[in-house]
């Protein structure tokens, strides 16, 4: 089946906050989503703007590979560049914005559409797939001062023992209620498998754990380590439908206490056992290694260890599963906004890097699966459960909050329809293992 | 389904033949195979060996790994080290061979078993998987001086245009008439793929052919190019049941014209052009790249100008598929017996060298499968083929030919089983496609 996705996803503009401090006062908060088709002017008869800002927007637009997007200044007077017609408006309620976004256009968007300086009129989604399919467009191959800007950065958010429990603890630990609003019932986090565009969400992780563990093989009596475990969800359904026992690693308090729970009260304590701490303190010998959406935390100058862990804890038979978010290229940092706001410490590895730690143990690539339409189908999902839940998440925390988190749900959905992100399964073994399945038709038999 | 391949081909020892110069004169030929079960002791009573001559063939065999063989000296004694029962007994006949063999092993084993200076009582198969097996666990790190080496190496067989032209001649163009006494019907001289384990031949290269076009998802009225076609099966293939139109590149004088003959003749000139040109020639723009066992012959030193061929040639929308041998490191040379007498300036790539030529084009990894189990199964299929039609082999070439292909053949599919040749398909596409099969399930479908 072949199917086109385009921009599937209804982003909601969100209502503004009114703030303080601005060179000119907001306007109404404007509910809702306006198409391109009724982006008629509105609001106040704009005021002439400075010679300077309007250059300034129109070289923020070329620098962004001119994309079909109108800017507002602050005065209301609207800036475009492209030929094409504009899908979407992005009015900016202060002057200090459009300086800001000049200067570091990818983190100071994040900032600003967190805070309510910058609004988006139309579908936020259209917007960030036309901008990432422009930027791409334009794109300039790296500087000799984009790789040690690249160490730097990793260096400041280093996934060391300590920097990885305070990296994860940010994200994962804000209250398992939260993510109970719009994650499946199980809990888990990472991409889905659609056996057809059409499957539910609830229906997609189910299928997306079987995935993985038809991938693995799994035999009952088989020991599996996995490194970041999330809610515990995977490891319940491999010994509950493989048989397997499971040891389970996860640094975060949070959903340690929650995967414990579980297991207890389903009568699966006995065969896995979920343990506070980090990947590289794994301990025992194991049949399989497997790791879903947990490298994306590991970062660069950690692959190495990852790889020793591996080779350390996999019997002279083993084989294991690592699912990550990766990139086309290497060695590109994830979106500033998102390395500050939301995952600190993350970053998505090329192919080539996730080889490049396999390697020196010579572990054997059986499979690589790129998924990454799967990503942007479970991110729609996610967001739609976000948004109807969008009043309760504005009381657990602030409506900055919710409009981060809607930016980060709809930038990575963006990201992964515009080809910016990938997500990897990569299946490997020892390299003299020869009992592996002949082929992967067995991966798609109906159960 | 799970399968065990141990080693199931039964390799034939040749007959040597009688050989001036030797340091003893060589015994009568023995014809055919002996199993380890009657290893017992023949020809005349053993001499004496020189105390040197002993501790060298214990020290080779060290250098091994202590693989379950035992070493017949031109004395006649029996050497062994290792503590399991000898598999096969490696037979000496001249004392020269031991020094040589001591000093490059890698490389004087293949000398020595064409020149019928070295027979194998036992099954070949067995005792080139128990070697690679034994030596794989006592391998060391790479030391040094191994990466200039290895590109001391790739420059003294570098595949420049003239070089391969040299190189690809040396092996393809010595008659058709030889390939078709052992390939299938349609001569596909690349890994097959076998549905199940009992598929026969013919059956597993025509399903080979049907799953690569499969994999990029061919459409009637695309236009497809291919790097590297051999015979000219998959292009006719592709045409024929895909409906769609293909260039073909190959650089073999006797390959191209060959195919062109089979395109004449079954009606397909119109829509399949076999070009004798290298693959950085390639001119024009294409839907679909398709390369199936060219890039060993590309070398490391040139996947640059793989990459920037396929960026050049591909369209915007475009994707495409490499097969190719490969192996879990990066950076090995492959045995320099074969280099020197089989595949001259051929390298199997590590994944990560064939991620590397696709990321400056930030091509999208879709797919990766390791088909190395396949591969030793097709050569299973192509050395009882070979030994069928040895006499009419003989004919064409000499007893040396013979041998020395029998090694080639066997060795292949010793490494193969024994991890140490993987098979790699990789499919990859423009970053920005989003018509791509939403999962791998039609891959597997019944047609």
Redesign the interface.
């Known amino acids: 089946?072949?199917?086109?996705?385009?921009a599937p996803v209804d982003g909601k503009a969100a209502p503004r906050e009114p703030r303080a401090g601005g060179w000119r006062s907001p306007p109404e908060p404007r509910e809702g989503n306006r198409r391109s088709e009724n982006l008629s002017p509105s609001g106040p008869p704009p005021q002439r703007a400075l010679g300077a800002e309007r250059w300034l927007a129109r070289q923020l637009l070329h620098g962004l590979g001119d994309p079909p997007v109108r800017i507002v200044l602050a005065c209301g007077e609207e800036v475009a560049v492209s030929e094409a017609a504009p899908i979407v408006r992005v009015v900016l309620h202060d002057r200090a914005t459009l300086w800001k976004l000049a200067a570091r256009p990818r983190l100071e968007f994040g900032e600003a559409y967190g805070e309510g300086r910058l609004e988006v009129e139309g579908n936020l989604l259209d917007l960030l797939v036309a901008v990432y399919?422009a930027a791409?467009a334009v794109r300039k191959?790296a500087g000799p001062l984009a790789a040690p800007a690249a160490r730097i950065g990793h260096w400041l958010q280093s996934n060391t023992l300590a920097g990885s429990k305070r990296n994860i603890h940010l994200h994962y630990d804000i209250g398992n209620e939260f993510y109970e609003l719009w994650l499946d019932k199980e809990l888990v986090y990472t991409c889905a498998?659609?056996?057809?565009?059409s499957a539910g969400l609830e229906e997609a992780q189910q299928a997306k754990m079987e995935h993985v563990c038809r991938k693995l093989?799994l035999r009952p009596g088989e020991t599996v380590v996995e490194a970041g475990c999330g809610w515990g969800a995977l490891a319940l359904y491999m010994a509950r439908h493989f048989g397997v026992t499971v040891k389970a690693y996860n640094i975060s308090h949070e959903q340690v206490v929650y995967a414990r729970r579980r297991a207890e009260s389903e009568g699966l304590a006995g065969r896995v056992e979920f343990l506070e701490d980090d990947y590289r303190n794994i301990r025992g010998e194991f049949d399989v290694f497997v790791s879903v959406g947990m490298l994306e935390h590991v970062g660069p100058n950690h692959y190495s260890e990852l790889g020793r862990t591996i080779h350390r804890v996999l019997r002279p038979a083993g084989r294991g599963l690592i699912h990550s978010i990766g990139q086309?290229?290497?060695g590109t940092l994830i979106n500033p906004w998102i390395r500050r706001r939301i995952f600190p410490g993350a970053y998505p590895p090329?192919?080539?890097e996730i080889?490049?730690f396999l390697?020196?143990w010579?572990?054997?690539?059986?499979?690589?699966?790129?998924l990454?339409?799967h990503y942007a189908e479970t991110l729609r999902h996610w967001l739609a459960r976000f948004d109807a839940a969008e009043d309760r998440v504005r009381r657990m925390f602030d409506p900055t909050f919710v409009r981060m988190w809607r930016l980060y749900l709809t930038g990575s959905a963006a990201a992964f329809?515009?080809?910016?992100l990938?997500l990897?399964q990569v299946v490997f073994a020892?390299?003299?293992?020869?009992?592996?399945?002949?082929?992967?038709?067995?991966?798609?038999e109906n159960s």
Do not use: C, H, K
């Open positions: 089946m072949v199917r086109t996705l385009s399919r791409a191959p498998y659609f056996p057809s565009p093989w086309n290229g290497s090329g192919l080539r080889t490049a390697e020196p010579r572990f054997s690539v059986l499979d690589v699966e790129n990454r339409l329809l515009a080809g910016e990938q990897f020892r390299p003299q293992v020869n009992e592996i399945p002949w082929t992967r038709a067995g991966v798609y």
